[in-house]
Structures are given as C-alpha cells and as structure tokens.
C-alpha cells in the first residue's frame, strides 16, 4: 500500500510569491491534515479536510488556504510568502480524521529569500 | 488554546540506559498520541492511549496515559542507537475539539 506522497520534496520561493504544495494520501482515506513544524513552534496544526469539506482550522492568517478534491488528494496554497513561513510542511491522512491513526508524508521544506 | 508541555527538551543516554519523557497539560484530552520523527521524514505513529489509567506496551517502550487524562509518559527500557529520534506526544479532543495539539518535542541521542 502506497504511503502519503507530498510533491515538492522542496522549494525556494521569494517573498511575496505564492506557493501550492500537493499531498495525495494513503489510497482509501478520506481525511487529509496539514501541519507546519519550525524549530521555534514545533508541529502546528492548520487545517483538515474530510470529503473535500474543511472541518477544522488552526490558528493561521487567511494567507493560509486549502481543498480536497473528490478523490482525496489535498493541496494546501500559501499567498503573499513572508520569511517566517519557511518551515516544513507536512501532510498527514486518515481513514476518520483527527484521534485516529495518521500517517504522515515526508513532508515539503519551503524555504521563503 | 491547549497546550502540551513536553520534558525534558533533550536527552543524551548511553546504549542500555532506560528513560522517560513526560507530556503534561493543565487541559483534559480525549486521546493521546505518540510519534517519533527522524531526519528528514514525517512523524511515525508509535501509539494512541485513550482512556484514563491506561498502559500500552510496545516492544520496550511503554506508555501511559493519566488518570485525569491530562498527561502521559513514554518509557523506554535498555535505550539502543535504533532508538534515536525526534519523540512528539500530540493531544485530540478535549476544549480542542477536531484539532490536534503536539508537545514541542523531545530529541533523543542514544550512544552506543
């Protein structure tokens, strides 16, 4: 069974710029989670989407958005990239959502100049 | 905001040494997860605990959730280099609901 892919593995944006970074999960769940972890915060929860509907949202700025499509495949967009928003971004998906078994992909390391 | 204070921050043992990391909150939990995260890769689910009192054993790491359900602690028993990593409780549920909370983590160094 193929785990959470995450595409890019990196990337380099400048400020100001917009970023759109894809997580397809594990074939057969229907819930995708979004993080970002900094060496300062830790792991911080964004958001999750269950059936392409968001059902929680972090504290994050508006810049901070995303959607599911219909076959479960998230894509979670960052607008006007500020320095503080290089970080590691990682997708998680699940069979129900939150408290049950995630599973992580590798994440994509944005790095924001 | 529920927040989860994770102990200690670093820990740098000898193979064969036993320890025991600590995720502590003032707020009540509905479940309680722990991953380990090494370089470069996403965080691994080692366990959920979910009711109060509860004890999980995995191999020789042992978990346990509070009473109250506003703590839990990871053991881990005769420490090997294999163990080393980026340990991380996260907290479901409770005044939270449908978000996930993570402790800061802790790095853990095991020499050989």
């Known amino acids: 069974k193929a785990g959470v892919t995450q595409t890019p593995r990196y990337l380099i944006k400048t400020r100001g710029q917009q970023v759109t970074l894809s997580c397809s999960p594990i074939?057969?769940?229907?819930?995708v989670s979004w993080y970002q972890q900094t060496p300062g915060q830790g792991l911080q929860f964004l958001f999750e989407?269950?059936?392409?509907?968001?059902?929680n949202k972090g504290n994050f700025p508006g810049r901070f958005s995303g959607r599911q499509f219909s076959n479960s495949r998230s894509e979670m967009n960052v607008s006007t990239l500020e320095l503080g928003d290089s970080a590691l971004y990682l997708c998680a998906s699940s069979l129900v959502g939150i408290g049950a078994d995630l599973h992580f992909g590798n994440g994509t390391r944005l790095t924001v100049t | 905001t529920q927040l989860l204070e994770q102990s200690p921050q670093f820990l740098s043992i000898q193979e064969g040494e036993n320890l025991t990391v600590y995720c502590n909150s003032s707020s009540v939990f509905s479940s309680l997860q722990w991953y380990r995260q090494e370089p470069g890769e996403g965080p691994v689910l080692l366990v959920t605990?979910?009711?109060?009192?509860e004890v999980k054993k995995l191999k020789r790491l042992t978990f346990q959730f509070g009473d109250a359900r506003k703590d839990s602690s990871l053991h881990i028993t005769a420490a090997q280099p294999g163990d080393t990593g980026l340990y991380l409780c996260?907290?479901?549920?409770?005044?939270?609901?449908?978000?996930?909370?993570f402790g800061q983590g802790t790095i853990l160094t095991v020499h050989p």
């Open positions: 989407y269950f059936s392409e509907t968001q059902r």
């Open positions: 605990v979910v009711t109060g009192g």
């Open positions: 996260a907290g479901a549920g409770g005044t939270s609901y449908g978000k996930l909370t």
């Open positions: 074939s057969g769940h229907r819930s």
